[in-house]
């Protein structure tokens, strides 16, 4: 996506095709700034410090972590070391294990001589191939978004719900939850979203609402509290949201405080869509609520705020009380049963084992 009229992707290789750049998020919306990686040991850092996160992007990043590790030592065991490495940075976004087992299984093969130049070309292979995935989820969002539209007045927007940060920050490019809005809105349909901040680390107000500015797409961020009574009163068409991982049976777990706009949207009849590149299902698990780990973050993400002072400065400040306790689960899972429909780069497929195999049969049979 553009940023002041520059193309960018969020991770990309330099001029010497031996470290890649990337842009540092934990910076957001206060600077612009574009770090390199030269090692397993500065991707593993970024994943865990989130300068990058949302689960393709985790993915696409630990594979360029690969490629260091191959550089550095082509042996099994530094393989092995770099994924196990890699592996634990976030527990919960299951497009890192993928990213790493299709990785693992390129390079283990192949003579130790080879591995380093075939784990870049499979690197930039994953890359392409989110971006590829995320527009088919956006083609296949954007008629969900026609269709609201042809039920409006012709210069009524379609109000689009989201939670967190599923743009295209949080990818490759385009980003899932956000792809059929961009593709709305450049096609010409009148699109408007509310973005809740997403508390504690505020994905919502500092990323999406950035991203959503720079394009151009009228947005509006609200505290996380306020969809369930903006739905009541009928402001929201539709929920579009992503996914950190989604059950063979279609549990979705993403960014904690999805699941309750999961239920007001049931309560107040408003379709709940999750946008699903294929990489985020995990066919090994079904019940998502006994199966997902959830990661717990630092509690000072909840006890703390960074923002900007009128005077420009960018200072970090306490808002609990001193001596309270605080916990952060970050994410939480909303059941199939609240899901209207996952938008895959597939079409839209129905929350269910048999319509989620039959729709992937290869990953299941990989899983
Ligand atoms: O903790 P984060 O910022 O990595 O969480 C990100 C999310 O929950 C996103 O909604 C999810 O990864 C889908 S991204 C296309």
Known sequence: MKVNGKSYRTIWPTKTGRTVEIIDQTRFPHAFEIVELRSVADVARAIKTMQVRGAPLIGATAAYGVCFAMDADPSEQALDDACAALLATRPTAVNLRWALDVMRRAVLPLHPDLRSEKAWQVAARICDEDVAINMAIGMHGLEIIRRIAETKGPNAPVNVLTHCNAGWLATVDWGTATAPVYMAHDSGIPVHVWVDETRPRNQGAFLTAWELGHHGVPHTVIADNAGGHLMQHGEVDVVIVGTDRTTANGDVCNKIGTYLKALAARDCGVPFYVALP???????????????????????????????????????????????????????????????GLITERGIVEPTRAALAAAFPERVAGA
């Open 278 to 340: 294929s990489p985020t299902i995990d066919f090994t698990i079904s019940d998502g609520l006994v199966d997902i780990p959830i990661e717990e973050r630092s509690g000072s993400e909840v006890s703390h705020i960074t923002g900007r002072t009128g005077a420009g400065e960018v200072h970090t400040v306490e808002i609990v009380a001193a001596g309270s306790n605080v916990a952060n689960p970050a994410f939480d899972v909303t059941p199939a049963r609240l899901v209207t």
